[in-house]
């Protein structure tokens, strides 16, 4: 009997002395399902065309602009420190205006107040340029949504957005990228659509794009009519997703097909 | 000024095999594309790819509309003496690049 008790205690001690492995994360990023060609294409900096992109936003980021003839570095510095996890926090809330933004609305804000300079058209090389130097200093950093209960709403909102059918197609974002992932649409692979790698180099779009472009991408791909850059929703839905993909690594600038 | 991205050995030993990978950042045009007026976009593309190795003509390259846009160019040549290499890119609209790496070999 004491030899047996001896012996539970034993296999009990032994469970709770064992380190229990973090629960594995089921999530996949796109890159993992991509095609071996492509993913060494991401992998390698000399390779990566969103390379060219980062360059641009590298010479932005010490130019002086606008009114102020301050540059980025004036008041930041060195952006390998400055921005470092920066990007893994956007959307973030703005006090002042009193929702959130994304990091490109941020980089024209500064521009605008700080620099006293004309805001960068969404989508221009120049803005797609700045965002890529800045979110590539994340690079490698799990994606870290701001803990911020004043985003809970307009989390939620995007969340909503997320489930709701729209277009003619009558398609919501979560009947193909949370029930469907990994199945195909016609000749491509549904990806689960965490936004880890952004802005992304599209093979599609032979160039950078802004996940905002991506997200109105699949919008007239279900035949609704996107919501214009800058939109809230657009600000909503991208906050939803960095919230649902928490804690995956950061990859800009990531290469898709 | 096009961007580029150059991948080359800055050091290598007489009569090795180097490879040199370039990107260039270039819209390649084909000029068979409607722009959002209706009306065909003008061609722009790079015609020709050329690296010279201290003056003499190593590798070169025709480019066409079917190319895509950043057109990424790999290639490999024999180490011979230290010097310069010159990758030159042109195209359309006198569109016209080049970009020199220096090549140190040893015995």
């Known amino acids: 009997m004491t030899r047996i008790l001896a012996l539970l205690l034993v296999c009990l001690m032994g469970t709770a002395g064992a380190q229990t492995p973090p629960p594995k994360d089921s999530r996949r990023s796109g890159f993992e399902d991509m095609g071996a060609a492509t993913q060494a294409m991401q992998k390698d900096d000399a390779l990566n065309p969103g390379m060219l992109w980062v360059q641009d936003g590298e010479a932005l980021w010490k130019q002086p602009a606008g009114v102020s003839g301050k540059a980025c570095l004036s008041c930041h510095a060195a952006a390998q420190s400055s921005m470092r996890g920066v990007a893994a926090r956007y959307p973030a809330f703005d006090t002042g205006l009193g929702r959130p933004i994304t990091l490109s609305q941020r980089i024209n804000q500064c521009r605008q107040q700080h620099q006293q300079a004309s805001p960068l058209r969404p989508e221009s090389q120049d803005l797609l340029g700045l965002e890529a130097y800045v979110a590539l200093q994340s690079r490698g950093l799990p994606l870290a949504p701001p803990d911020d209960a004043r985003l809970d709403p307009f989390r939620q909102r995007g969340q909503q957005l997320f489930a709701q059918r729209i277009g003619q197609l009558n398609l919501s974002c979560a009947q193909c990228h949370d029930s469907l992932p990994g199945k195909r649409l016609a000749g491509s692979l549904i990806p689960e659509a965490h936004p880890t790698g952004y802005p992304v180099y599209r093979l599609e779009w032979q160039a950078m794009g802004s996940l905002q472009r991506r997200l109105r991408g699949c919008m007239s791909g279900v035949r609704a009519e996107p919501f214009a850059y800058g939109a809230q929703e657009l600000v909503e839905l991208e906050l939803y997703l960095k919230t649902r993909a928490k804690g995956m690594t950061m990859e800009t600038p990531g290469v898709r097909p | ?107």
């Open chain 2, 1 to 107: 000024m096009a961007r580029t991205l150059i991948n080359a050995p800055s050091t290598a030993r007489r009569g090795e095999v180097i490879e040199i990978r370039a990107t260039i950042g270039h819209p390649m045009e084909t000029g068979f594309r409607a722009g959002e007026d209706g009306k065909v976009l003008p061609r722009n593309i790079i015609q020709t790819f050329s690296c010279r190795y201290n003056g003499e003509l190593v590798f070169s390259a025709e480019l066409f509309s079917a190319v895509s846009a950043n057109p990424y160019i790999a290639f490999h040549t024999v180490a011979t003496d230290s010097g310069t290499l010159v990758l030159s890119w042109e195209g359309d609209n006198g569109f016209s690049q080049a970009e020199s790496i220096q090549l140190a070999v040893t015995a």
